[in-house]
């Protein structure tokens, strides 16, 4: 670099561009939070919502699938999952019911978490709610 | 080593080592998995395996980075280190709890950690690469405070560098955004958002703050150049990292609910991402070039001007190919996303951890500056070893990627992710050899300590 360009005028380029940027991020982050209940439809999140999340979280479902896209990419996404099986949440209940305790012969098996009535009806609640927000129409099919 | 209280970071860097080596064995177990869907089922089902894979990694970076701490600090603020005693007891405190939340994950079902964990009272479980339970965090968080501490109190009494200060930023930032893992909101899209405070703004910000630290300091020390030229680099160098990697986590805002003006800011400001590790490579081989002095530790120069490179290749071409908002309209969430954090993290985080490990290893076992020759041919073998392997995951994932991407999201009849996943194994197949060559490199990296011989003589 030219000797023009002094080491202060380049920290000060750091801690200028940091800082501004800083807050021209927290900013943005205002804006966001502030237009945000419009899209992530808040007003739905009811009890069993906010529990089907919880039993979501407690099994380490992101430990296998994608949910929006973000997670691991063992196993099918699940931000869609509600519409894949036909807007029906029966279909999600059922399947993750029926997983056998040993998995199956040679194949990716999702295991058996033994879940209650309550945590399932919960988990497939919170898929649904999951699978309304607006995520400006991802996935680009329902394939996930 | 110019002083004692240095020795406190061979710990450091030898508890870093052994969880590389768990880290890359669990890497094996899943890479077989996605191909032999039950092996190890149901004892260790792929998530289990996953979370202590993530988390290996994360955590001996961490003794990577603390351990190079406890190295460059008393030498740049030329003053032995606030407290040896501290930086044990807390060395000790954080290999201990570390272990116990691998054994954790290892022996009962997750939901059971959680339970015996409390995390009912305060949910902060069950998120990518936070699944630590949430005592394990508020031990994270006092462990740093007291590692903090004791850093910033030496640089406060001693000489205060251009290399110190940087650290400490990226030191700070690293424990101040880690605080928003204890936000987890009801709302999913509110979790998200600020998830990506963690993830994001470690890896593509404060960290980066770290990485060029010690990078930074490694040249100094390797090529004999003017201090002042090195840290005016560096300064650029940071100052790029945070001014295109702070809105750059736009790029994680395109797809979760968050609103649409975010693919502009995103794909704008993360395209630019690359820049900064772009400078990163010329400032390496400019400072060499201008070299006043050959030093006898080959090896840690070859990690040194390996990291620039591999996390240009890694963080910034990876990264920039699906960073543009209608790109990752179909990637988001493939194994292209996959592929480039592998490549990314090696390139950036690891092998910059390895290059400070490599230079002060012989200096921590009182060598004069260097191995032998015999044991620095090992040490060099490991570095292409894991490289090449490297390189070759990375390509591998991302040819699965991109069938993926055609058969699940762009052909006319899209399949099923489990039917795509079946016709794409080949490529699963080829990473897994890899990984293997890749845990061969490692193994030799580790016997490179124990080849003795005659050691160099300082230049």
């Known amino acids: 670099m030219s000797g023009k360009f002094t080491k202060s005028m380049a920290r000060n380029t750091f801690y200028g561009g940091t800082v501004f940027f800083l807050l021209f991020f927290i900013a943005l982050t205002f804006d966001t939070t502030a237009g945000l209940p419009k899209r992530d439809h808040r007003v739905n999140i009811t009890e069993k919502v906010a529990f089907g999340k919880l039993v979501w979280e407690k099994n380490d479902c992101i430990g296998c699938h994608t949910l929006l896209g973000e997670g691991a990419y063992f196993a099918p996404e699940l931000g869609n999952v509600y519409k894949r099986f036909g807007n029906n949440k029966q279909a999600i209940i059922a399947f993750i019911k029926s997983r056998p305790v040993n998995g199956i012969k040679g194949r990716r098996s999702m295991p058996q978490f033994n879940l209650s009535d309550k945590e399932l009806d919960a988990l497939a609640e919170f898929l649904k709610w999951s699978s309304e927000v607006n995520t400006a129409n991802w996935p680009p099919n329902i394939q996930g | ?459």
Do not use: C
């Open chain 2, 1 to 459: 080593m110019q002083y004692q209280s240095q020795a406190v970071s061979k710990l450091y860097f030898m508890a870093a080592i052994g969880l590389f080596v768990g880290q890359i064995l669990f890497g094996i177990i899943m890479g077989l998995q996605y191909v032999v869907g039950d092996f190890l089922f149901p004892e260790i089902p792929f998530n289990v395996a996953r979370m202590v894979h993530t988390n290996l990694l994360i955590v001996w970076l961490l003794f990577g980075f603390m351990g190079a701490a406890y190295f460059m600090v008393p030498e740049e603020a030329e003053t032995e280190l606030y407290s040896t005693k501290l930086a044990k007891v807390l060395f000790w405190i954080f290999l201990v709890a570390g272990a116990l939340t691998i054994v954790g994950y290892l022996a009962v079902p997750y939901a059971t950690l959680a339970k015996i964990t409390g995390n009912d009272w305060l949910p902060t479980m069950g998120r990518e690469f936070l699944e630590q339970p949430t005592i394990t965090k508020i031990g994270i968080v006092i462990v740093a405070l007291g590692f903090l501490f004791n850093i910033s109190m030496t640089v406060l009494k001693g000489r205060k560098t251009a290399i110190t200060m940087v650290l400490l930023l990226g030191l700070w930032g690293l424990a101040v955004f880690f605080l928003f893992s204890f936000y987890n909101p009801d709302n999913l899209v509110l979790d998200k958002y600020f998830w990506w405070w963690v993830v994001h703004l470690w890896v593509e910000g404060v960290w980066e703050l770290i990485l060029g630290a010690i990078l930074a300091f490694v040249l100094i020390k390797m090529t004999g150049v003017d201090r002042e030229i090195i840290e005016k680099w560096l300064y650029v160098i940071i100052a790029m990292s945070l001014i295109t990697g702070i809105i750059g986590t736009g790029h994680h805002y395109y797809w979760i609910g968050t609103p649409e003006y975010w693919q502009w800011w995103g794909s704008i400001f993360s395209a630019l991402e690359p820049i900064p590790f772009f400078m990163m490579v010329i400032f390496a081989f400019n400072m060499v070039n201008k070299r006043r002095r050959e030093h006898p530790n080959k090896a840690a120069m070859l990690w040194a001007m390996g990291t620039p490179v591999m996390a240009f290749l890694g963080a910034g071409v990876w990264g920039f190919m699906h960073t543009l908002a209608p790109v990752n309209y179909y990637t988001h969430g493939t194994q292209i996303t996959a592929a480039h954090g592998h490549m990314a993290f090696y390139g950036a985080y690891v092998m910059v951890v390895l290059a400070i490990i490599s230079y002060a290893m012989p200096l921590l076992r009182g060598r004069a500056a260097a191995n032998s020759d015999k044991s620095q041919i090992v040490e060099m073998w490991s570095f292409w070893l894991m490289t090449v392997s490297m390189v070759f995951i990375t390509l591998f994932l991302t040819g699965a990627g991109i069938l993926q991407v055609w058969l699940q999201r762009m052909s006319d009849n899209p399949l099923p992710f489990m039917v795509v996943q079946d016709k794409i194994s080949v490529f699963y197949w080829m990473r897994e050899v890899a990984g293997v060559v890749f845990l061969i490199g490692l193994i030799l990296y580790i016997i490179s300590f124990f080849v003795g011989g005659k050691e160099e003589a300082r230049a």
